[in-house]
């Protein structure tokens, strides 16, 4: 079974920084695309951020210029580099991939547990 662990979330004042990390843990798999997302109370769970195998990244126009998405492929990790927070980006967020596994004929989807970011004003 394949299995994200993410790290880095926490509580940060309006205007710090914070650092996700995810890491991609398993056997005979390779990643395709991986992305974070992000739900607040009351809200949908709403795409964040996109990385595609190739290094191609897509942002949500509410982030753009702020995060930073990110990937090390050697170590099967991916980042979201947040800067310049507010709190509106107050969240649970969530790492995805797309992961290619051996012998299988389709690629499946997987989700981390969520890391909690809370920006205070």
């Known amino acids: 079974q394949v299995q994200l662990v993410e790290s880095g979330g926490g509580l940060v004042q309006a205007g710090g920084s914070l650092r996700l990390s995810c890491v991609v843990s398993?056997?005979?798999?390779?990643?395709?695309?991986m992305a974070w997302y992000r739900q607040a109370p009351g809200k949908q769970r709403e795409l964040v951020a996109t990385?595609?195998?190739?290094?191609?990244?897509n942002y949500v126009d509410s982030v753009k210029g702020r995060f930073t998405i990110s990937r090390d492929n050697a170590k099967k990790t991916v980042y979201l580099q947040m800067n310049s927070l507010k709190p509106e980006d107050t969240a649970v967020y969530y790492c995805?991939?797309?992961?290619?596994?051996?012998?299988?004929?389709?690629?499946?989807?997987?989700w981390g547990q969520g890391t909690q970011v809370t920006v205070s004003s």
């Open positions: 990385i595609t195998s190739g290094g191609s990244t």
């Open positions: 398993g056997s005979r798999f390779s990643i395709a695309s």
């Open positions: 995805n991939a797309d992961v290619w596994r051996t012998g299988f004929q389709s690629s499946y989807n997987y």
